[in-house]
């Protein structure tokens, strides 16, 4: 089957560093997605990977291991705004459709 | 009017109504989405368009009827619902179909009640 898991929910304190992994089985790989929804808001793209590796942009950062199926996306120096869903999918060979995890919400403490 | 808009944003309706959600992209893209977001589930496509041709229809209840009447413009008509339909049924759009790095630009949503 196909399945994308990530964490339901995290905290973590303003200022400091969070991980939030996510692992894929999917019927081939074309690229990995993470988005960021704020709560009733349009999901924004952050980040996409297609080779495995680290891909920085600012405070964000998202790594991609294609022979383990796994993800992650580190946001440094967090920020209450980053409270928000933080959402992973994969563009699978079903015609480049991509798959969404169900998304783990971030809560940003100060 | 800049990105993706949607409009109803709240929709509340009874199982015997009929209602359309209204999606418009100002993008200039060749593809559009409608995708259902329900409370701690992966959003789920539901229809796909490029070119305004249906290209997917992922096995959605007829009681869903798409309509793309040009590039820009999306429709979700909705015909005797169920109440777990309520969600928010969000649109996308992406410069083109099928292609690998295609990102795609979402809408804010329609937050759907069925009562």
């Known amino acids: 089957g196909q399945n994308i898991d990530q964490p339901t929910e995290m905290t973590a304190t303003e200022g400091a560093i969070v991980q939030i992994n996510c692992t894929y089985q999917?019927?081939?790989?074309?690229?990995l997605f993470w988005y960021q929804q704020h709560a009733g808001e349009a999901p924004t793209f952050l980040s996409y990977?297609?080779?495995?590796g680290l891909e920085e942009k600012g405070r964000f950062s998202s790594f991609l291991s294609r022979s383990k199926g796994y993800s992650y996306l580190l946001l440094k120096e967090l920020q209450m705004k980053d409270s928000a869903s933080y959402l992973c999918?994969?563009?699978?060979?079903?015609?480049?459709?991509?798959?969404f995890g169900a998304g783990t919400r971030l809560t940003v403490k100060p | 009017e800049t990105g993706v808009t949607q409009t109803p944003r709240h929709l509340v309706m009874g199982m015997t109504n009929k209602k359309s959600l209204k999606c418009e992209q100002h993008?200039?893209?060749?593809?559009m989405y409608w995708y259902k977001q329900s409370a701690k589930k992966p959003l789920e496509l539901m229809f796909v368009?490029?070119?305004?041709?249906?290209?997917e229809n992922n096995s959605v209840p007829s009681r869903f009827s798409p309509e793309c009447p040009n590039s820009s413009h999306l429709f979700l008509h909705l015909h005797t619902l169920q109440p777990e339909d309520s969600a928010l049924y969000l649109c996308?759009?992406?410069?083109?179909?099928?292609?690998?790095?295609?990102?795609?630009?979402f809408g804010p949503g329609t937050r759907l009640t069925v009562l």
């Open positions: 999917t019927s081939g790989f074309n690229g």
């Open positions: 990977n297609v080779l495995d």
């Open positions: 999918a994969v563009r699978d060979d079903n015609n480049n459709d991509m798959r």
């Open positions: 368009y490029s070119l305004e041709e249906r290209v």
């Open positions: 993008l200039g893209h060749n593809a």
């Open positions: 996308a759009s992406s410069q083109d179909y099928g292609d690998f790095y295609n990102e795609q630009f």
